[in-house]
């Protein structure tokens, strides 16, 4: 199994991108500010609901050094990064 960290992923984009990799079949572990935020994260807990792999809630501020030292211990397939700036 391929396991993919996304960040940021509560977006329009970002979201779009983790249900995507779900229905192929991909372990997805999504970078969130504040998982217990249920108004902005509930759209992507009811992914696990929809395809063939998973999707995961991580905690941190990518804003904020240090704040992703928990995805060092973990075996990764891949990682995105979803941006966009406007003009």
């Known amino acids: 199994?391929?396991?993919?960290?996304?960040?940021?992923?509560?977006?329009?984009?970002?979201?779009?991108?983790?249900?995507?990799?779900?229905?192929?079949?991909?372990?997805?572990?999504?970078c969130v500010r504040n998982a217990s935020d249920h108004e902005k994260v509930a759209h992507l807990r009811q992914m696990n609901n929809l395809g063939a792999g998973s999707l995961t809630l991580w905690e941190a501020d990518l804003t904020v050094a240090g704040s992703c030292k928990s995805y060092r211990s973990c075996l990764l397939t891949g990682t995105a990064t979803v941006a966009w700036r406007p003009a």
Do not use: E, F, M, T
Request: net charge positive.
């Open 1 to 30: 199994c391929c396991l993919l960290l996304l960040h940021p992923q509560a977006g329009y984009i970002g979201s779009h991108i983790c249900l995507k990799l779900v229905n192929a079949g991909y372990d997805v572990r999504a």
